[in-house]
């Protein structure tokens, strides 16, 4: 059976601070890696993931991942936060096996950017 | 613009009453999906559907049901309603099985069992 941890629920930072948020996952065959983002009183948006290929994905809003299968961990790095980067994130692994699409998640994490 | 949305928003209900919550995508997607969100647990799936006629249950099903008749809609039923249900749930849907397919959320609904 397929786990993810996130290691931290709340992660507090100030404003242009780097930050990084852990994911480990737990899985006896390959998978899929998945980071999304929950804004305030809002649905989960998929943010990156990591399919195949290069380890390293990036979002648009200048968040990055890597997939580093030795650690089993896929966490998620920004260089310089910004307020409206608060929010919850929550990190999903799926079975690479089948042509389904079932997620995972972590308990998540809460990022509070402060001024 | 292709949407998906949950109704209600938000339902107060009582011990053993029958719930149903809705949910309505526009994009045509086989796949739907039912989600709890709990404080600590983040999001376990409950049902999940591939295509009309078709449900699965998933990982904390007991107490759920779901039924799908038409591509649009995947209403989620409590049968006989428990505090232990309280939660905020959301609906997603994607177009296929690969996960090269995004699966797109609801903006969820807070229910309270008291």
């Known amino acids: 059976a397929q786990s993810v941890t996130q290691l931290d629920s709340q992660v507090p930072v100030f404003e242009e601070a780097p930050v990084e948020l852990r994911c480990n996952y737990s899985?006896?065959?390959?998978?899929?890696l998945f980071w999304y983002v929950q804004y305030p009183n809002q649905g989960l948006q998929l943010l990156l993931k990591y399919l195949s290929g290069s380890t390293l994905v990036e979002s648009i809003n200048g968040f990055e991942a890597e997939f580093n299968k030795s650690q089993t961990s896929f966490h998620l790095r920004k260089p310089s936060v910004h307020i409206s980067d608060t929010a919850e994130y929550f990190c999903?692994?799926?079975?690479?096996?089948?042509?389904?699409?079932?997620?995972?998640f972590g308990a998540g994490t809460r990022l509070a950017v402060h001024p | 613009d292709a949407e998906i949305t949950q109704s209600p928003r938000h339902k107060i209900t009582e011990t053993g009453r029958q719930v149903t919550l809705a949910c309505h995508q526009t994009w045509n997607h086989n796949n739907m999906f039912w989600y709890r969100q709990d404080l600590g647990h983040g999001l376990r799936l409950i049902h999940y559907?591939?295509?009309?006629?078709?449900?699965n249950k998933g990982e904390v099903s007991d107490g759920y049901s779901v039924s799908r008749s038409n591509t649009e809609d995947l209403p989620l039923t409590l049968e006989s309603a428990a505090s232990s249900q309280t939660s905020v749930y959301f609906c997603?849907?994607?177009?296929?099985?690969?996960?090269?397919?995004?699966?797109?959320f609801g903006p969820g609904t807070r229910l309270t069992v008291l």
């Open positions: 999903a692994v799926s079975d690479a096996r089948g042509g389904y699409n079932k997620l995972i």
């Open positions: 559907s591939y295509g009309v006629q078709d449900t």
């Open positions: 997603a849907s994607s177009a296929g099985t690969g996960v090269h397919n995004e699966q797109f």
């Open positions: 899985s006896s065959v390959s998978v899929y």
